[in-house]
Structure formats: C-alpha cells, structure tokens
C-alpha cells in the first residue's frame, strides 16, 4: 500500500509532501513534541487552551485541534520562527533531514524556469528558499504543513495529553 500525497499552494508555490512511514513519524514524535510545545506557548492558541484546562474542561485532541483550527497561522509561524532559531545546528539538521525527506517545492530556477526541487538535504533546502522572497517564512510554513499532514491526530492528541492536563483541585485548608 502506497503512503498518501498531499500537495497544497504555500505563498503561491506548490508543496507535496508524502505522509512519512509510521515507524519515522513515531521516531519523530518526541523531538518534534520537544520543540512545538515551547511554541504553541509562545502562539495564542496556548492561553485559551490553559482557561478551558483551569475552568475544569477536558482537554481532548477534538478541543485541541478544534483551538488550533483557530489560531493565526502568521502568529504561529513566527512564534516557530523563534523557536527554530533557538536551536542548535544538529538539531536543525535532523528535522529538515528526517521531516521534509518527501517533500518538494516547485520554484523558479535563475532561467525563471518553474523546478521541482525534493527537500532531502539541507542544502536543497537552501537551493529552495534562497532563491525566493521570504525564504524563512516559507521554509517554517513548509515545515508545519508538513507536520500538519504527518501528525495532526496524533500528535496533538500527544501534545494536549502531555501539555494540558487537567490539575486536580487542591483541597480547601481549614
């Protein structure tokens, strides 16, 4: 059985992705919990998370996603931004790697020539974005519609599990 392929217009350019092989998303899941929670802290989406969680609401994947599906994606990608620029090169290194290994980016050539370019390698990855407006803007929103594709359901499932658990109420003291 084939993976599915999923393509979509990223600030005017085509973006395909394959879902990545369970095994790989699975490997992928802890690191990539590591970095987005710090930045759906930093994104509006976390604070209403956090008053439903205190106002005794279960925090399920539904609500999550359905929070999310709110959420600025402009305001979400430069909280990413700052992320991503906080880490260190390695890391960096395995995401583009492991993350956009099936993904490709159709741009303009120096001819101006529409190319397919596959994001394997960090340095097709800098061959992609260099060359275009924007470049880093378009690299983070590539990343979390790849993310997105791979790991919607269960991911953020993971994350409110993980990041928004319900406290228990203290008992009064007399």
């Known amino acids: 059985m084939s993976r599915p392929s999923v393509t979509a ?8 992705t394959t879902k990545l092989r369970p095994t790989v998303a699975l490997k992928l899941t802890p690191k990539l919990l590591k970095i987005v929670m710090p930045a759906l802290r930093l994104a509006p989406v976390f604070g209403p998370l956090m008053r439903l969680a205190q106002d005794g609401k279960e925090i399920t ?27 260190d090169d390695a890391t960096l290194d395995m995401l583009y790697r492991e993350l956009l290994a099936d993904t490709s980016i159709v741009v303009p050539n120096d001819a101006g020539v529409l190319t397919v370019v596959e994001l394997n390698t960090v340095q097709m990855v800098d061959i992609a974005f260099g060359g275009i407006d924007n470049g880093i803007e378009m690299l983070v929103r590539t990343m979390l519609f790849v993310g997105k594709v791979n790991f919607e359901r269960s991911f953020f499932a993971i994350a409110g599990r993980l990041g928004l658990k319900k406290t228990p109420e203290s008992p009064a003291r007399a």
Do not use: H
């Open 9 to 16: 217009s990223i600030g005017g350019f085509e973006v395909s």
């Open 61 to 87: 994947p539904g609500l999550v996603l359905a929070v999310l599906g709110q959420v600025d994606v402009d305001e979400l990608v430069v909280a990413m931004t700052e992320l991503l620029g906080t880490l």
